[in-house]
Protein backbone atom coordinates (compact mmCIF):
# COMPACT_ATOMS: atom_id res chain seq x y z
CA UNK A 1 0.00 0.00 0.00
CA UNK A 2 1.20 3.22 -0.48
CA UNK A 3 -0.09 4.45 2.93
CA UNK A 4 2.30 7.12 4.42
CA UNK A 5 3.57 7.97 0.91
CA UNK A 6 4.11 11.85 -0.52
CA UNK A 7 0.89 13.25 -0.73
CA UNK A 8 -0.99 12.46 -4.38
CA UNK A 9 -1.45 15.69 -6.44
CA UNK A 10 -3.58 15.57 -8.94
CA UNK A 11 -3.06 17.32 -12.34
CA UNK A 12 -5.12 19.77 -13.39
CA UNK A 13 -7.72 20.12 -16.63
CA UNK A 14 -5.91 21.76 -19.45
CA UNK A 15 -6.20 25.36 -19.61
CA UNK A 16 -8.04 25.75 -23.07
CA UNK A 17 -8.88 28.79 -25.44
CA UNK A 18 -12.23 29.70 -25.93
CA UNK A 19 -12.18 28.58 -29.68
CA UNK A 20 -10.62 24.92 -28.65
CA UNK A 21 -13.53 24.62 -25.62
CA UNK A 22 -16.02 25.20 -28.74
CA UNK A 23 -13.96 22.66 -30.91
CA UNK A 24 -13.84 20.53 -27.18
CA UNK A 25 -18.07 20.81 -27.15
CA UNK A 26 -18.42 20.07 -30.37
CA UNK A 27 -16.66 17.15 -30.67
CA UNK A 28 -17.67 15.80 -27.39
CA UNK A 29 -21.16 16.14 -28.92
CA UNK A 30 -21.28 14.58 -32.05
CA UNK A 31 -18.71 11.37 -30.47
CA UNK A 32 -21.27 10.73 -28.02
CA UNK A 33 -24.36 10.89 -30.91
CA UNK A 34 -22.27 9.00 -33.02
CA UNK A 35 -21.63 6.23 -30.19
CA UNK A 36 -24.68 5.87 -28.05
CA UNK A 37 -23.39 7.63 -24.98
CA UNK A 38 -27.33 8.63 -24.77
CA UNK A 39 -29.94 8.58 -22.52
CA UNK A 40 -33.86 9.45 -23.07
CA UNK A 41 -35.06 12.97 -20.81
CA UNK A 42 -37.63 12.27 -18.71
CA UNK A 43 -41.25 11.84 -20.66
CA UNK A 44 -39.64 10.85 -23.90
CA UNK A 45 -40.73 9.48 -27.17
CA UNK A 46 -38.73 7.08 -28.91
CA UNK A 47 -37.29 8.93 -31.67
CA UNK A 48 -35.53 11.60 -29.26
CA UNK A 49 -32.69 10.62 -27.01
CA UNK A 50 -29.89 13.04 -24.84
CA UNK A 51 -26.16 13.13 -24.42
CA UNK A 52 -26.00 11.58 -20.99
CA UNK A 53 -24.47 13.79 -18.46
CA UNK A 54 -20.63 13.65 -18.89
CA UNK A 55 -17.36 15.03 -17.79
CA UNK A 56 -15.69 16.88 -20.25
CA UNK A 57 -12.26 15.80 -19.23
CA UNK A 58 -11.31 12.59 -16.94
CA UNK A 59 -10.75 12.90 -13.29
CA UNK A 60 -7.46 12.11 -11.57
CA UNK A 61 -7.52 9.10 -9.83
CA UNK A 62 -4.55 7.36 -8.48
CA UNK A 63 -2.80 4.30 -10.35
CA UNK A 64 -2.05 2.39 -7.58
CA UNK A 65 -5.27 2.33 -5.46
CA UNK A 66 -7.19 1.77 -9.36
CA UNK A 67 -4.99 -1.45 -9.08
CA UNK A 68 -6.00 -2.66 -5.95
CA UNK A 69 -9.66 -2.14 -6.30
CA UNK A 70 -9.17 -4.01 -9.81
CA UNK A 71 -7.44 -6.96 -8.10
CA UNK A 72 -9.75 -7.82 -4.98
CA UNK A 73 -12.79 -7.72 -7.39
CA UNK A 74 -12.73 -10.96 -8.07
CA UNK A 75 -12.34 -12.37 -4.36
CA UNK A 76 -15.75 -10.23 -3.84
CA UNK A 77 -17.29 -12.05 -6.22
CA UNK A 78 -16.42 -15.30 -5.04
CA UNK A 79 -16.56 -14.26 -1.54
CA UNK A 80 -20.29 -13.32 -2.00
CA UNK A 81 -20.79 -16.43 -4.76
CA UNK A 82 -19.72 -18.71 -1.44
CA UNK A 83 -22.03 -16.65 0.83
CA UNK A 84 -25.03 -17.98 -1.60
CA UNK A 85 -23.77 -21.45 -1.51
CA UNK A 86 -21.55 -22.62 1.20
CA UNK A 87 -22.97 -20.14 3.45
CA UNK A 88 -26.98 -20.32 2.53
CA UNK A 89 -28.24 -21.19 6.19
CA UNK A 90 -26.28 -17.70 7.40
CA UNK A 91 -27.79 -15.89 4.57
CA UNK A 92 -31.11 -17.34 5.15
CA UNK A 93 -31.29 -16.48 9.19
CA UNK A 94 -29.75 -13.30 8.60
CA UNK A 95 -32.12 -12.27 5.48
CA UNK A 96 -34.92 -13.61 8.06
CA UNK A 97 -33.97 -11.28 10.69
CA UNK A 98 -33.85 -8.91 8.05
CA UNK A 99 -37.60 -9.31 7.32
CA UNK A 100 -38.83 -8.79 10.36
CA UNK A 101 -37.88 -4.95 10.25
CA UNK A 102 -38.26 -4.81 6.08
CA UNK A 103 -41.39 -7.04 5.25
CA UNK A 104 -42.39 -5.25 2.44
CA UNK A 105 -38.95 -5.34 0.59
CA UNK A 106 -36.39 -7.48 1.96
CA UNK A 107 -39.51 -9.87 3.41
CA UNK A 108 -40.88 -10.64 0.12
CA UNK A 109 -37.15 -11.14 -1.43
CA UNK A 110 -36.62 -13.97 1.35
CA UNK A 111 -40.53 -15.25 1.74
CA UNK A 112 -40.61 -15.81 -2.55
CA UNK A 113 -36.98 -17.58 -2.04
CA UNK A 114 -38.84 -19.57 0.42
CA UNK A 115 -42.01 -20.26 -1.42
CA UNK A 116 -39.84 -21.26 -4.86
CA UNK A 117 -38.00 -23.77 -3.13
CA UNK A 118 -40.82 -25.29 -1.58
CA UNK A 119 -42.90 -25.04 -4.43
CA UNK A 120 -40.42 -27.00 -6.32
CA UNK A 121 -40.51 -29.74 -3.73
CA UNK A 122 -37.48 -28.59 -1.64
CA UNK A 123 -35.01 -27.85 -4.65
CA UNK A 124 -34.75 -25.27 -7.19
CA UNK A 125 -35.04 -26.61 -10.70
CA UNK A 126 -31.61 -24.38 -11.98
CA UNK A 127 -28.66 -24.46 -9.40
CA UNK A 128 -26.07 -22.49 -11.78
CA UNK A 129 -26.70 -18.18 -11.12
CA UNK A 130 -25.00 -15.73 -12.72
CA UNK A 131 -24.01 -12.37 -10.98
CA UNK A 132 -23.04 -9.52 -12.47
CA UNK A 133 -21.48 -7.60 -9.91
CA UNK A 134 -20.18 -4.08 -8.91
CA UNK A 135 -18.06 -2.97 -6.17
CA UNK A 136 -18.18 0.54 -5.62
CA UNK A 137 -15.29 2.77 -3.65
CA UNK A 138 -14.36 6.44 -2.85
CA UNK A 139 -10.91 7.58 -2.71
CA UNK A 140 -9.94 8.58 1.08
CA UNK A 141 -7.05 10.58 0.37
CA UNK A 142 -5.93 11.33 4.23
CA UNK A 143 -4.85 7.30 4.32
CA UNK A 144 -4.33 7.18 0.39
CA UNK A 145 -6.81 4.05 0.33
CA UNK A 146 -9.76 3.10 -1.66
CA UNK A 147 -12.70 2.66 0.81
CA UNK A 148 -15.90 0.23 -0.35
CA UNK A 149 -19.25 2.10 -0.32
CA UNK A 150 -21.63 -1.09 -1.06
CA UNK A 151 -21.44 -4.43 -2.88
CA UNK A 152 -24.05 -4.08 -6.04
CA UNK A 153 -25.62 -7.81 -6.29
CA UNK A 154 -28.64 -6.52 -9.09
CA UNK A 155 -29.27 -4.48 -11.46
CA UNK A 156 -25.60 -2.82 -11.65
CA UNK A 157 -25.77 -0.36 -14.43
CA UNK A 158 -23.59 2.19 -16.43
CA UNK A 159 -21.30 -1.19 -17.82
CA UNK A 160 -22.87 -0.27 -21.26
CA UNK A 161 -21.88 4.04 -21.47
CA UNK A 162 -18.97 3.02 -18.91
CA UNK A 163 -17.36 1.87 -22.08
CA UNK A 164 -18.60 4.40 -24.60
CA UNK A 165 -17.34 7.52 -21.74
CA UNK A 166 -14.05 5.85 -21.82
CA UNK A 167 -13.75 5.88 -25.39
CA UNK A 168 -15.34 9.51 -26.00
CA UNK A 169 -12.43 11.14 -23.21
CA UNK A 170 -9.52 8.24 -25.24
CA UNK A 171 -10.85 9.78 -28.92
CA UNK A 172 -10.71 13.64 -27.41
CA UNK A 173 -7.06 12.99 -25.73
CA UNK A 174 -6.21 11.11 -29.28
CA UNK A 175 -7.63 13.29 -31.79
CA UNK A 176 -5.65 16.31 -29.78
CA UNK A 177 -8.54 18.25 -28.49
CA UNK A 178 -7.28 18.31 -24.99
CA UNK A 179 -3.90 19.73 -26.65
CA UNK A 180 -2.79 20.29 -29.71
CA UNK A 181 0.53 19.63 -29.16
CA UNK A 182 0.45 15.82 -28.50
CA UNK A 183 -1.54 13.61 -25.88
CA UNK A 184 -2.46 15.69 -22.69
CA UNK A 185 -3.19 12.29 -20.72
CA UNK A 186 -0.60 10.24 -22.15
CA UNK A 187 -2.17 6.91 -21.97
CA UNK A 188 -3.03 6.51 -19.13
CA UNK A 189 -6.60 6.60 -20.27
CA UNK A 190 -7.85 2.87 -19.48
CA UNK A 191 -11.51 2.37 -21.25
CA UNK A 192 -13.79 0.08 -19.31
CA UNK A 193 -14.10 -3.48 -21.33
CA UNK A 194 -17.76 -4.14 -19.49
CA UNK A 195 -19.54 -4.12 -22.05
CA UNK A 196 -17.59 -7.05 -23.75
CA UNK A 197 -17.46 -8.53 -20.51
CA UNK A 198 -21.08 -8.38 -19.35
CA UNK A 199 -22.21 -9.44 -22.08
CA UNK A 200 -19.32 -12.53 -22.07
CA UNK A 201 -20.64 -13.29 -18.34
CA UNK A 202 -24.56 -13.60 -19.94
CA UNK A 203 -23.63 -15.46 -22.89
CA UNK A 204 -21.06 -17.82 -20.88
CA UNK A 205 -24.11 -18.63 -18.80
CA UNK A 206 -26.63 -19.34 -21.70
CA UNK A 207 -24.37 -21.41 -23.03
CA UNK A 208 -24.08 -23.48 -20.07
CA UNK A 209 -27.65 -23.73 -19.61
CA UNK A 210 -27.88 -25.45 -23.24
CA UNK A 211 -25.09 -27.74 -22.67
CA UNK A 212 -26.96 -28.56 -19.50
CA UNK A 213 -30.56 -28.46 -20.14
CA UNK A 214 -32.15 -27.96 -23.87
CA UNK A 215 -33.14 -30.47 -26.08
CA UNK A 216 -34.07 -28.17 -29.06
CA UNK A 217 -31.34 -27.92 -30.93
CA UNK A 218 -31.77 -24.01 -31.57
CA UNK A 219 -29.71 -21.57 -29.31
CA UNK A 220 -31.54 -20.36 -26.05
CA UNK A 221 -32.23 -16.40 -25.65
CA UNK A 222 -31.83 -13.87 -22.77
CA UNK A 223 -34.74 -12.32 -21.11
CA UNK A 224 -34.11 -8.81 -20.06
CA UNK A 225 -36.30 -8.12 -17.24
CA UNK A 226 -36.79 -4.40 -17.63
CA UNK A 227 -38.36 -1.38 -16.22
CA UNK A 228 -41.16 0.58 -18.22
CA UNK A 229 -40.22 3.48 -19.71
CA UNK A 230 -36.35 2.89 -18.33
CA UNK A 231 -34.67 6.01 -19.73
CA UNK A 232 -31.53 4.68 -19.54
CA UNK A 233 -32.13 1.85 -21.75
CA UNK A 234 -28.97 2.42 -23.89
CA UNK A 235 -26.91 1.29 -21.25
CA UNK A 236 -28.97 -1.85 -21.49
CA UNK A 237 -28.89 -2.13 -25.58
CA UNK A 238 -24.88 -2.00 -25.80
CA UNK A 239 -24.74 -5.55 -23.56
CA UNK A 240 -27.57 -6.96 -26.02
CA UNK A 241 -25.63 -5.71 -29.19
CA UNK A 242 -22.56 -7.26 -27.69
CA UNK A 243 -24.36 -10.19 -27.16
CA UNK A 244 -25.75 -10.58 -30.38
CA UNK A 245 -22.84 -9.87 -32.49
CA UNK A 246 -20.08 -11.08 -30.40
CA UNK A 247 -22.14 -14.54 -29.27
CA UNK A 248 -25.10 -15.25 -31.82
CA UNK A 249 -27.03 -14.96 -28.48
CA UNK A 250 -30.84 -13.19 -28.86
CA UNK A 251 -32.51 -10.87 -26.03
CA UNK A 252 -35.87 -10.01 -25.46
CA UNK A 253 -37.10 -7.57 -22.86
CA UNK A 254 -40.29 -7.26 -21.05
CA UNK A 255 -41.49 -5.63 -17.74
CA UNK A 256 -42.05 -7.44 -14.58
CA UNK A 257 -45.41 -6.97 -14.96
CA UNK A 258 -45.67 -8.19 -18.03
CA UNK A 259 -43.70 -11.75 -17.79
CA UNK A 260 -46.35 -14.10 -17.90
CA UNK A 261 -48.29 -12.51 -20.89
CA UNK A 262 -44.41 -12.21 -22.69
CA UNK A 263 -43.83 -15.96 -21.77
CA UNK A 264 -44.91 -19.49 -20.96
CA UNK A 265 -43.16 -22.86 -19.17
CA UNK A 266 -43.33 -26.05 -19.84
CA UNK A 267 -41.61 -28.70 -18.10
CA UNK A 268 -39.87 -26.31 -15.67
CA UNK A 269 -38.48 -24.36 -18.95
CA UNK A 270 -39.59 -21.18 -20.23
CA UNK A 271 -39.81 -19.89 -23.68
CA UNK A 272 -41.00 -16.68 -25.38
CA UNK A 273 -44.36 -16.79 -26.48
CA UNK A 274 -43.93 -15.07 -29.71
CA UNK A 275 -41.08 -17.23 -30.56
CA UNK A 276 -41.23 -20.73 -28.68
CA UNK A 277 -37.83 -19.85 -28.14
CA UNK A 278 -36.19 -21.22 -24.68
CA UNK A 279 -35.02 -18.71 -22.31
CA UNK A 280 -31.21 -19.38 -21.23
CA UNK A 281 -30.91 -16.68 -18.76
CA UNK A 282 -33.41 -14.01 -17.17
CA UNK A 283 -31.70 -10.98 -16.45
CA UNK A 284 -33.18 -8.65 -13.89
CA UNK A 285 -32.26 -4.51 -14.57
CA UNK A 286 -35.95 -4.19 -12.46
CA UNK A 287 -37.00 -5.33 -9.47
CA UNK A 288 -34.27 -4.46 -7.18
CA UNK A 289 -36.34 -1.51 -5.69
CA UNK A 290 -39.42 -1.56 -4.07
CA UNK A 291 -41.00 0.82 -6.67
CA UNK A 292 -40.69 -2.27 -9.16
CA UNK A 293 -43.07 -3.78 -7.09
CA UNK A 294 -45.49 -1.17 -7.12
CA UNK A 295 -47.90 -0.92 -9.66
CA UNK A 296 -49.31 -4.25 -8.75
CA UNK A 297 -47.81 -5.87 -5.69
CA UNK A 298 -49.50 -9.72 -6.23
CA UNK A 299 -48.67 -9.75 -10.06
CA UNK A 300 -45.31 -8.57 -9.50
CA UNK A 301 -44.21 -10.82 -6.78
CA UNK A 302 -46.41 -13.53 -8.33
CA UNK A 303 -44.21 -13.12 -11.69
CA UNK A 304 -41.00 -12.88 -9.59
CA UNK A 305 -42.20 -16.33 -8.11
CA UNK A 306 -42.56 -17.54 -11.35
CA UNK A 307 -39.47 -17.19 -12.91
CA UNK A 308 -37.39 -18.51 -9.80
CA UNK A 309 -39.55 -21.57 -10.42
CA UNK A 310 -38.04 -22.18 -13.88
CA UNK A 311 -34.83 -23.89 -15.03
CA UNK A 312 -33.54 -20.58 -16.70
CA UNK A 313 -30.24 -19.26 -15.28
CA UNK A 314 -30.90 -16.22 -12.79
CA UNK A 315 -29.04 -12.93 -13.09
CA UNK A 316 -29.24 -12.86 -9.80
CA UNK A 317 -31.24 -15.31 -8.17
CA UNK A 318 -33.70 -14.14 -5.05
CA UNK A 319 -30.66 -15.71 -2.74
CA UNK A 320 -27.99 -13.74 -4.77
CA UNK A 321 -30.03 -10.59 -4.52
CA UNK A 322 -30.47 -11.06 -0.77
CA UNK A 323 -26.55 -11.75 -0.54
CA UNK A 324 -25.98 -7.80 -1.95
CA UNK A 325 -28.20 -5.97 1.19
CA UNK A 326 -26.15 -3.56 3.53
CA UNK A 327 -26.65 -6.26 6.53
CA UNK A 328 -24.59 -8.76 4.76
CA UNK A 329 -21.86 -5.53 3.77
CA UNK A 330 -21.57 -5.21 7.41
CA UNK A 331 -21.51 -8.59 8.40
CA UNK A 332 -18.61 -9.00 6.06
CA UNK A 333 -16.42 -6.62 7.15
CA UNK A 334 -15.41 -8.91 10.45
CA UNK A 335 -12.18 -10.23 9.29
CA UNK A 336 -12.86 -13.13 11.55
CA UNK A 337 -16.10 -14.21 9.81
CA UNK A 338 -14.42 -13.99 6.26
CA UNK A 339 -11.73 -16.51 7.69
CA UNK A 340 -14.28 -18.48 8.30
CA UNK A 341 -15.61 -18.52 4.87
CA UNK A 342 -12.51 -18.16 2.93
CA UNK A 343 -10.03 -20.27 5.27
CA UNK A 344 -7.52 -19.59 2.39
CA UNK A 345 -7.50 -16.22 1.84
CA UNK A 346 -3.94 -14.64 3.06
CA UNK A 347 -1.71 -12.77 2.32
CA UNK A 348 -1.93 -9.37 -0.08
CA UNK A 349 -5.36 -11.09 -0.98
CA UNK A 350 -7.18 -11.05 2.34
CA UNK A 351 -5.29 -7.53 3.04
CA UNK A 352 -6.41 -6.17 0.09
CA UNK A 353 -10.05 -6.86 1.02
CA UNK A 354 -9.97 -5.76 4.22
CA UNK A 355 -8.27 -2.44 3.41
CA UNK A 356 -11.21 -1.45 1.82
CA UNK A 357 -13.35 -1.45 4.74
CA UNK A 358 -14.54 1.56 6.66
CA UNK A 359 -16.08 0.65 10.26
CA UNK A 360 -19.61 -0.21 9.69
CA UNK A 361 -22.26 -1.10 12.44
CA UNK A 362 -25.03 -2.90 12.98
CA UNK A 363 -28.20 -1.37 14.30
CA UNK A 364 -29.17 -4.03 17.00
CA UNK A 365 -28.85 -5.24 20.80
CA UNK A 366 -25.09 -6.46 19.57
CA UNK A 367 -21.86 -4.75 21.64
CA UNK A 368 -21.40 -2.76 18.42
CA UNK A 369 -25.16 -2.43 17.58
CA UNK A 370 -24.76 -0.26 21.53
CA UNK A 371 -22.22 1.36 19.99
CA UNK A 372 -23.96 2.31 17.20
CA UNK A 373 -26.91 4.02 18.73
CA UNK A 374 -24.75 5.95 20.90
CA UNK A 375 -22.69 7.32 17.97
CA UNK A 376 -25.54 8.15 15.94
CA UNK A 377 -26.93 11.02 18.48
CA UNK A 378 -22.94 12.05 20.04
CA UNK A 379 -21.64 12.58 16.47
CA UNK A 380 -23.78 11.74 13.49
CA UNK A 381 -22.07 13.67 11.41
CA UNK A 382 -19.23 11.33 11.11
CA UNK A 383 -21.82 8.98 9.92
CA UNK A 384 -24.53 8.09 7.52
CA UNK A 385 -27.67 5.54 8.10
CA UNK A 386 -28.36 3.25 5.25
CA UNK A 387 -31.32 1.19 5.14
CA UNK A 388 -31.70 -1.85 2.79
CA UNK A 389 -32.69 -0.63 -0.43
CA UNK A 390 -30.70 -0.24 -3.78
CA UNK A 391 -31.04 2.44 -6.40
CA UNK A 392 -30.16 6.04 -4.05
CA UNK A 393 -32.20 8.18 -2.82
CA UNK A 394 -32.95 6.37 0.48
CA UNK A 395 -29.78 7.13 3.08
CA UNK A 396 -29.71 9.49 5.77
CA UNK A 397 -26.30 11.98 6.21
CA UNK A 398 -24.87 13.19 9.28
CA UNK A 399 -27.16 15.72 11.50
CA UNK A 400 -30.58 14.11 9.88
CA UNK A 401 -29.65 10.93 11.30
CA UNK A 402 -30.44 11.59 15.08
CA UNK A 403 -33.88 13.36 14.50
CA UNK A 404 -35.17 10.67 11.37
CA UNK A 405 -33.85 8.30 14.36
CA UNK A 406 -36.59 9.35 16.77
CA UNK A 407 -39.43 10.08 14.03
CA UNK A 408 -39.21 6.35 13.82
CA UNK A 409 -39.99 3.55 16.16
CA UNK A 410 -37.13 2.08 18.02
CA UNK A 411 -37.86 -1.11 17.15
CA UNK A 412 -37.44 -0.09 13.52
CA UNK A 413 -34.30 0.50 14.06
CA UNK A 414 -32.73 -2.81 13.25
CA UNK A 415 -33.70 -2.02 9.22
CA UNK A 416 -30.42 0.42 8.93
CA UNK A 417 -26.88 -0.17 9.54
CA UNK A 418 -24.26 3.16 10.35
CA UNK A 419 -21.88 3.66 8.35
CA UNK A 420 -18.80 5.86 8.79
CA UNK A 421 -18.54 8.63 6.33
CA UNK A 422 -15.57 8.58 3.61
CA UNK A 423 -14.48 11.98 2.77
CA UNK A 424 -13.17 11.66 -0.71
CA UNK A 425 -11.64 15.32 -2.68
CA UNK A 426 -12.98 17.74 -4.26
CA UNK A 427 -11.43 17.87 -8.07
CA UNK A 428 -12.53 20.41 -10.46
CA UNK A 429 -13.77 19.36 -13.51
CA UNK A 430 -16.39 20.67 -16.28
CA UNK A 431 -19.25 18.97 -16.87
CA UNK A 432 -22.01 18.28 -19.22
CA UNK A 433 -25.54 18.71 -18.31
CA UNK A 434 -28.73 18.79 -20.84
CA UNK A 435 -26.78 20.74 -23.50
CA UNK A 436 -25.18 22.95 -20.58
CA UNK A 437 -21.69 23.31 -19.35
CA UNK A 438 -20.72 24.04 -15.78
CA UNK A 439 -17.42 23.86 -13.66
CA UNK A 440 -18.28 21.79 -10.38
CA UNK A 441 -16.20 20.71 -7.66
CA UNK A 442 -16.93 17.15 -7.87
CA UNK A 443 -16.62 13.64 -5.69
CA UNK A 444 -15.49 10.51 -7.28
CA UNK A 445 -17.13 7.36 -7.21
CA UNK A 446 -14.87 4.05 -8.55
CA UNK A 447 -17.07 0.78 -9.12
CA UNK A 448 -15.44 -2.25 -10.43
CA UNK A 449 -17.67 -4.67 -12.35
CA UNK A 450 -17.04 -8.68 -11.63
CA UNK A 451 -18.66 -11.47 -13.64
CA UNK A 452 -19.48 -15.11 -11.13
CA UNK A 453 -21.10 -17.95 -13.00
CA UNK A 454 -21.59 -20.64 -10.03
CA UNK A 455 -23.37 -23.13 -8.48
CA UNK A 456 -25.46 -22.36 -6.00
CA UNK A 457 -25.85 -25.73 -4.25
CA UNK A 458 -22.15 -26.99 -4.52
CA UNK A 459 -20.16 -23.68 -4.85
CA UNK A 460 -18.61 -24.69 -7.62
CA UNK A 461 -17.46 -21.61 -10.29
CA UNK A 462 -17.26 -22.12 -13.77
CA UNK A 463 -16.51 -18.40 -14.91
CA UNK A 464 -15.00 -15.49 -12.69
CA UNK A 465 -13.74 -12.46 -14.39
CA UNK A 466 -13.10 -8.86 -13.82
CA UNK A 467 -15.59 -6.84 -16.10
CA UNK A 468 -14.11 -3.39 -16.24
CA UNK A 469 -14.61 -0.01 -14.32
CA UNK A 470 -17.07 2.97 -13.88
CA UNK A 471 -16.56 5.97 -13.02
CA UNK A 472 -19.05 8.48 -11.39
CA UNK A 473 -18.63 11.76 -10.63
CA UNK A 474 -20.95 13.98 -8.29
CA UNK A 475 -21.26 17.33 -7.70
CA UNK A 476 -19.84 17.78 -3.88
CA UNK A 477 -22.69 20.10 -2.98
CA UNK A 478 -25.05 16.64 -2.96
CA UNK A 479 -24.91 13.68 -0.83
CA UNK A 480 -26.12 11.18 -3.51
CA UNK A 481 -24.34 10.57 -6.67
CA UNK A 482 -26.94 8.93 -8.77
CA UNK A 483 -26.60 9.57 -12.45
CA UNK A 484 -29.70 8.34 -13.86
CA UNK A 485 -31.80 10.47 -10.29
CA UNK A 486 -30.15 13.41 -11.99
CA UNK A 487 -26.98 14.19 -9.21
CA UNK A 488 -24.17 13.11 -10.86
CA UNK A 489 -22.50 12.33 -14.48
CA UNK A 490 -20.70 9.77 -16.00
CA UNK A 491 -16.66 10.33 -16.15
CA UNK A 492 -13.78 8.11 -16.29
CA UNK A 493 -9.94 7.75 -14.71
CA UNK A 494 -6.80 9.50 -15.95
CA UNK A 495 -4.99 7.62 -14.44
CA UNK A 496 -1.27 9.16 -12.47
P1 LIG B 1 -27.57 2.79 -3.02
O1 LIG B 1 -27.79 1.33 -2.81
O2 LIG B 1 -28.81 3.61 -2.87
O3 LIG B 1 -26.80 3.08 -4.26
P2 LIG B 1 -25.16 3.55 -1.58
O4 LIG B 1 -24.68 2.80 -0.41
O5 LIG B 1 -24.40 3.34 -2.84
O6 LIG B 1 -26.71 3.24 -1.76
O7 LIG B 1 -25.19 5.10 -1.24
C1 LIG B 1 -25.62 6.07 -2.17
C2 LIG B 1 -24.61 7.18 -2.29
O8 LIG B 1 -24.35 7.77 -1.02
C3 LIG B 1 -23.24 6.73 -2.77
O9 LIG B 1 -23.20 6.68 -4.17
C4 LIG B 1 -22.32 7.79 -2.19
O10 LIG B 1 -22.32 8.95 -3.01
C5 LIG B 1 -22.99 8.14 -0.88
N1 LIG B 1 -22.39 7.34 0.22
C6 LIG B 1 -22.79 6.13 0.64
N2 LIG B 1 -22.02 5.67 1.64
C7 LIG B 1 -21.10 6.61 1.88
C8 LIG B 1 -20.02 6.75 2.82
N3 LIG B 1 -19.75 5.79 3.71
N4 LIG B 1 -19.29 7.88 2.78
C9 LIG B 1 -19.56 8.86 1.88
N5 LIG B 1 -20.57 8.81 0.98
C10 LIG B 1 -21.33 7.70 0.98
MG1 LIG C 1 -24.83 2.78 -4.76
Given at each position: MAQGSIAWKPAQIPNLSENENKLLLERLCQYSLANGLVMYPP????ANADIAPVTLFPTPFPKDLFEQAKNVQNTFSRLYALVVSHQKNWLLDLSKDLAVFDKDFTGMLYETHIKAVELCGSKLPQTLSLGLFRSDYMFDEQTHSIKQIEFN?????FGGLSSKVGRLHDYLNKSGTYDSHGL?????IPVSNSIKELSLGLARANEEYALRS????SKPVVLFIVQDK???CFDQRHIEYSLLEDHGAKSYRCTLEAVKDFTYVKDTKIY????DEEVGVVYF??????ADYESDPELTWGNRLYIETTKAIKCPSLLTQLSGTKKVQQALTDKALILSFMPDLQGVELEGLLDTFVKIYPFDNSKDGQLAKKLAFESPEKFVLKP???????NIYKDNIPGFLNSI???????YILMELINPPTYENKILRLGQVLTEGILLELGIFGTILFD???????HCENAGHLLRSKV????EGGVAAGFGCLDNVFLQ
Open positions: GFNLTVSVSYYGNETDSSERNIKSSRSGYSPQREGGGNSESEWGAEETGEVLSSSD
